[in-house]
């Protein structure tokens, strides 16, 4: 098969802070997210999308949040990491699409500060990533301000 699709999902509940992770970028909120890592939905569930396209598992799995050594992590050290696996497996990335899921904070001012942030770590054109975001009308856990969501897809081809 010389392509692959991929999708990821990831969820924090909010917590003590003055800011949450998105996209490695550091994003002014009045709270924080409860997390083993740095807690970045979108850079986790890119992540995921990504491992799983390639069949390597999950972020679980290359990261335990049992093992010390990823306490406060930043994020982007994992998803260099697929990138690695990415060559190492002869993939390379057609597009990725992420959504956030959240009432506040506002994700439009910084996407494209993220996005290029994570085509520069994953070595492709910024018009391979896109990032949107979308609110859940006041339902559920994200529409409570709760927590923070997001999902990605990724399509890959062989090289």
Known sequence: MNCRIGQGFDVHAFGPGDHVMLGGVRVTHDRGVIAHSDGDVILHALCDALLGAMALGDIGKHFPPSDPRWKDADSRLFLRHCRQLLAEHRWSIGNADITV???RPRIGPHANAMRGLIAADLGVAVDAISI????????GFTGREEGIA???VCLLVRE
């Open 150 to 152: 997001a999902q990605a």
């Open 132 to 139: 949107k975001a979308t609110t859940t009308e006041k339902l």
């Open 101 to 103: 899921l959240c009432e």
